[in-house]
């Protein structure tokens, strides 16, 4: 019956394109928009248009704004001296929200990964290396995930940046605040015995 | 930070309007169109507009459709002496899917709910009655949900159209295909007694 109703179809499809939008969810979307008001669909409609067309990516950090320059990059108060690397743009929104980086951003769009065809070229590492250029910067500190390509990645830059004078750190691993031991696993329990404090 | 790029924020609130999106989600999907090509972001919202201005309800059985009369209604191989009453236009699409009805259908848009302000005369309950006067009409199956509304309903469109001479029925209540005694209900299992039936 759905199948009948073209124009429901077609949307519901839309939906399911989505990420983690089954099929019976985006069914359930699809009736939702039908359920709006024609102004509700409206804005909804011209919001994807606009996100689309309005944001793109700050000229400096990378990071995706729909102004000139980014208002990380556009801050006078923020360090200038220290740039975060991150992979993508959601690390910007993870980091901010701990409010204790004051320092500016450089996001990747991605990490090395030959076996998807992504060549450190495909990233936004020239970008960093001209920003590096600049004697403002002291330190580099790289946020890739730590999975193998973010370790990778993370070896790749520093190895670039190192020899220009630049200090450049990692984010620590170890055991999560608020975990348990029990439920760790043993390559972060290794690392974080590896990286152990004086108390 | 999601807060200064002004059309992320506006699509994350869109989506997270939907039924079931929660705040997190919703900022996945609105990052996730970002990342659809200009083409696939602009297919989707013109399939939000499309769906919203080309689907309307059937004159007949008050469905969705984008057609002047819905393929049910213009369907000549179906049995128009039987009507199936229903709640809304996702039941029919779940009766369909058991592939066994083949008489037409009846949408209400709703349940006689005094409590949210939803007297008969906001239902399509008008619409059916004109359809009764048709002596074609021999049998109503009121598949209103098993709920106090939807009983309600039932018992409410039974007092109308018994005076007409026509047949009134309601779908068997009883212990679900497949499921155990031991979680059913004792309401349902009360009805199912009650429904007992000859082997």
Redesign the interface.
Known sequence: ??D?????T??A??FG?????GRK?A????????D?T?E????????????????HLCPICQN???KDI???CADDTRDRSTICVLED??A??VL??VREFKGMYHVLHGVISPMSGVTPDKLKIKELLARCEDSEVKEIIIATNPTVEGEATAMYLSRLLKPLGIIVTRLAYGVPVGGDLEYADEVTLYRALEGRRDV
Do not use: W, Y
């Open positions: 019956m759905a009948h109703i073209e124009p429901l077609k949307l499809e839309q394109r989505l990420p983690g939008i969810t069914l359930r979307l699809a009736f939702s928009v039908l709006m024609d509700q669909a409206n804005e909804f409609a011209c919001a994807i248009k606009e996100a689309k067309t309005k944001i995706l704004t729909d980014c208002d990380i743009p959601r910007v929104l901010e929200r």
